[in-house]
Each structure stands twice: as structure tokens, then as C-alpha cells.
């Protein structure tokens, strides 16, 4: 985990008694910086907000950006257009609310963000959901980075039982028991791995392939509100702005072919997209202190 800690902590939403914070790093003496908001992975059934990867924190410094990692609520206790809004929110939050807000924190705050200037990016359901800002988001972002991402939740990946990745507990459905409620109070972070069983939901939800069942998508759903949410189907109707992916080709947890679909959708359509396929790599590719990747930031501060 990365010592490099956020700058500030506040909430961009509020339901009830269950807030959606984000978390802001800030780079020093730069003003009008663009955003890079980030989410995270976990299938939208666990996860949290400071996995943000090294690299995206130490680029703050060297890019010059502000990068935001911001937590949404989770399914299947919320379905996956209600993720959406909480996405859309927050975009929305950043757009029109976080400058005056950071003002008001510190004066040093004041003029140091230019919100017109957003790139999107996730890792792996955090790329799903980058994909659908890059869709569905009016105006869409400059730029987006889906990571090894979830693209379609009824893709033969996940309608087919997957076996548990190397290293990772497969838990029973009676175990998952209580995160599989769906009339149990909404959340929006999981907590760490092992030690929060519900951190074992993402590979249940592997080897049982339920995931757009857990995602409120599956059975009885019509075929229309299922063709929103299958990324590669979407594209034709409503483009993407220029897209950094990266995958690997050896990934357990989400197949490769997520990725590739979307990739070959975009380059038919002359779209701009660079993918990184990364042969031999597993899932989490970039989460190591000393990964670095200049290709991808360059890409990104390109657009912004």
C-alpha cells in the first residue's frame, strides 16, 4: 500500500445516513490542474476507495494533476443503475461543486483546480464504470483509462463458472449469506482482504457466474434494459472519447476478451483507443510500488 496519503477527505453525496466520500490528492504550487477521478474494482460487490494504485498517487507530483478516488455504494444490495447515478454524481460534484468547496477548505485551495479538464479511469469493475461515464456522461470526460476492465456482465466470462484465482478463498453461498441479502442496508466500502468476508464476494460470484444477477440485470430483466449495460453493444449508438485500456492476457479475474471487445468495437469504428494487452500478465498488473507507465500518462495529459 502506498504511503502517499490524501490531502483531503469529504463527501460528494449523502443518502440518509450513508455518505459517498472521495478522497483528493492535490499537487503542490501547480493552479487550474486538470482531475483524474479514479474507481475502484471488486465486480461493484466490494472494494474501496484508497486501492487507488501507486503510480496514480505518485503522478499527482510529476503530472501535475489531481487525482480523486471516490467510493460508491455496492451491489447486490443496489443495482447497477443506481451505482450508475452515484457515478454521475460525482462527476457532477467535481464539475460544479469541488472547486468552491476547496476553496472555502483552504485559501492556498483557491484556483488550484480547472474542473472543465476530466479524465476517468477504474480498475476492473472501476473500468466498467469508467466505460459507462465514457458512454452515457453528457459532456463526456476528455479522456478515460479503463484498467483490466469489466465490459460486459453478460459476456460468456461471466455467465460461465470460473474457477477461484490462485491464492483467493472460494466461500460458500452460505457464508455470503449476508451480503447476498439484497433488503440489508446499502454500504460503500468493503473492508480489507481476508479479514472482511465479504472481501470472498468477487470470486463467489466467479465460481457461481452470477454477476449480472448480483448486478440486478439478470432473470427476468428485459433484453432492452440488458443491452444498456453490455459495454461493446452500446458503443455504435453513443461512442467513447479517447481510451487508454490496459489488460493482460492472463487474466483470471477477468477475461481478456472483455477488453478486446470493446478495443476492436472502437478501432472499427475509427474511435481513438490505445490498448495495452499485456501478454503474460494477471489481474492487479499495476498495483506494485515500482510499476510505472509512461505511454499512459502521456496519453492522458495528451486530451487534458
Known amino acids: 500500500m502506498s504511503t502517499i ?6 463527501t460528494y453525496k ?17 493552479k487550474n490542474a486538470p482531475v483524474l477521478l479514479w474507481f475502484h474494482g471488486g465486480g461493484l460487490l466490494q472494494g474501496r476507495r484508497d486501492l487507488i494504485s501507486p503510480h496514480m498517487r505518485r503522478n499527482v507530483q510529476t503530472r501535475g494533476y489531481i487525482a480523486i478516488s471516490a467510493d460508491y455504494r455496492l451491489a447486490p444490495q443496489v443495482p447497477v443503475n443506481e451505482i450508475f447515478e452515484d457515478v454521475k454524481d460525482c462527476i457532477h460534484f467535481i464539475r460544479n461543486d469541488l472547486a468552491s468547496v476547496l476553496s472555502k477548505e483552504k485559501t492556498e485551495f483557491e484556483g488550484i483546480i480547472d474542473s472543465t479538464r476530466l479524465a476517468v479511469s477504474g480498475s476492473s469493475a472501476g473500468g466498467y464504470l469508467t466505460l459507462l461515464a465514457g458512454l452515457y456522461i453528457d459532456p463526456k470526460p476528455q479522456v478515460i483509462v479503463p484498467i483490466y476492465p469489466i465490459t460486459d ?3 460468456t466470462f ?12 472460494a466461500a460458500s453461498r452460505d457464508e455470503m449469506a449476508a451480503h447476498l441479502d439484497r433488503s440489508a442496508p446499502a454500504i460503500a466500502s468493503s473492508g480489507k482482504v481476508p479479514e472482511d468476508p465479504r472481501s470472498h464476494m468477487y470470486v463467489y460470484m466467479l465460481r457461481t ?3 449480472a444477477e448480483l448486478w440486478g440485470i439478470g432473470g427476468d430483466v428485459s433484453a432492452t434494459e440488458q443491452e444498456r449495460w453490455r459495454i461493446p453493444r452500446q458503443i ?12 493482460g492476457d492472463k487474466d483470471t479475474a477477468v477475461g481478456v476478451e472483455q477488453a478486446d471487445e470493446v478495443a476492436g468495437v472502437m478501432v472499427g ?10 501478454h503474460g500478465a494477471d489481474h492487479f498488473l499495476d498495483n506494485g510500488e515500482g510499476y510505472e507507465n509512461e505511454a499512459l500518462y502521456d496519453f492522458v495529459m495528451r486530451y487534458l
Not at 496519503?5 to 469529504?10: F, G, N, Q
Not at 455504435?236 to 489488460?247: K, S, T, V
Not at 483507443?273 to 499485456?278: A, F, G, I, L, T
Request: neutral net charge.
Open 209 to 211: 457466474a452470477s454477476l
Open 5 to 10: 496519503k490524501p490531502d483531503l477527505t469529504i
Open 14 to 30: 449523502s443518502l440518509g445516513s450513508l455518505d459517498l466520500p472521495m478522497d483528493i490528492y492535490l499537487p503542490k504550487d501547480v
Open 153 to 155: 456482465p453478460l459476456g
Open 236 to 247: 455504435y449508438e453513443h461512442g467513447l472519447p479517447p481510451a487508454y485500456i490496459l489488460h
Open 269 to 278: 469504428l475509427g474511435l481513438n483507443v490505445k490498448y495495452e494487452r499485456v
Open 158 to 169: 461471466f455467465t460461465n463458472p470460473q474457477p477461484a484465482p490462485k491464492g483467493r478463498y
